[in-house]
């Protein structure tokens, strides 16, 4: 005896969709699990045969369920602009998270990395954070060991760089840097904290 036409199970949880086919006088067997961005992970995304297939009692309906959205690739934004790069992460099904600005030989604002990094498998909805250039490195360091903490802060401002993490040390004449990071020398954009190590009391 025929029964009637194999109701549809897609987008149903497994238990309710074999509730379903039992109630047919059909049996029910998960064959598959297949990304899917629309059917909810867990659910009936796909059946064989099709839904209103007439099928004699104790048939065989196969089912596959979503494992839900498949992952995006994170997309190569190097050289895009910020609003651009945001842009297309929405696009792709990505959210953009923190900025973080990097020296680089980059025209500034432009993106130079994200992380995860491009081509990185990621869910949908997942935040990326942006690398966005703040230009070549131009500054170099000036040696502030030995100067009173506001007279480095003046020296540093001089050029363009400001005072970082404070670190108390207990070496050294009272009151004066005995350390900074980064090293004298090196070259960093306009606007760097400079972290500084400050023997005795740091008021």
């Known amino acids: 005896k025929g029964c009637s036409g194999c109701a549809l199970m897609g987008d149903l949880e497994l238990a309710e969709a074999m509730a379903r086919l039992t109630a047919q006088s059909l049996r029910g067997r998960v064959v598959d699990t297949v990304a899917d961005g629309e059917a909810p992970n867990g659910s009936v995304a796909w059946q064989s045969p099709a839904p209103g297939t007439i099928l004699p009692q104790g048939a065989l309906v196969r089912l596959a369920l979503s494992g839900g959205a498949p992952p995006i690739a994170i997309p190569d934004l190097e050289g895009y602009d910020l609003a ?24 500034v604002g432009t993106v130079v990395g994200t992380t995860p990094g491009s081509g990185v498998a990621a869910r949908l909805g997942q935040s990326v954070t ?31 760089l400001t005072v970082g993490t404070l670190t108390q040390r207990f070496e050294g004449a009272p009151g004066t840097v005995v350390a900074q990071t980064p090293a004298v020398g090196t070259l960093v954009t306009k606007g760097q904290p400079i972290a500084l190590s400050v023997s005795g009391a740091m008021e």
């Open 130 to 160: 942006l690398s966005v250039s703040r230009g070549a490195p131009i500054i170099a360091v000036p040696n502030v060991v030995g100067l009173t903490l506001d007279g480095a802060r003046d020296r540093l401002a001089a050029v363009g």
């Open 84 to 107: 651009l790069a945001t842009a297309v992460l929405r696009a792709a099904g990505l959210t953009p998270g923190a900025l973080d600005t990097v020296p680089s030989s980059a025209e």
